[in-house]
């Protein structure tokens, strides 16, 4: 199933940016296109998500680190 999955995914990929792009391929060529586009695309994909996650958690951590500091200088200054 995925494979057939790949090709129909594939097949209107590469039709939609043979179109966008002006360019006249045969339906195999239009095909190989879009599932090799869908690589790409997927792969970039994830690089972007990985980075913004890994971006997300640095300033997840900064910020609550900051918390925990304001609370400890705030419970300690009391003593």
């Not at 039709?15 to 391929?25: G, S």
């Not at 879009?34 to 690589?39: D, K, T």
């Amino acid at each position: 199933m995925t494979v057939l999955y790949l090709i129909v995914i594939g097949a209107v990929a590469g039709y939609l940016a043979t179109r966008i792009m002006h360019i006249k391929a045969d339906p195999l060529k239009t095909i190989a296109i879009g599932i090799a586009g869908a690589l790409v695309g997927g792969f970039i994909l994830q690089v972007i998500l990985t980075v913004a996650g890994l971006l997300g958690g640095i300033i997840g951590a900064v910020l609550g680190a900051i918390l925990l500091i304001w609370i400890y200088q705030a419970v300690t200054a009391k003593k």
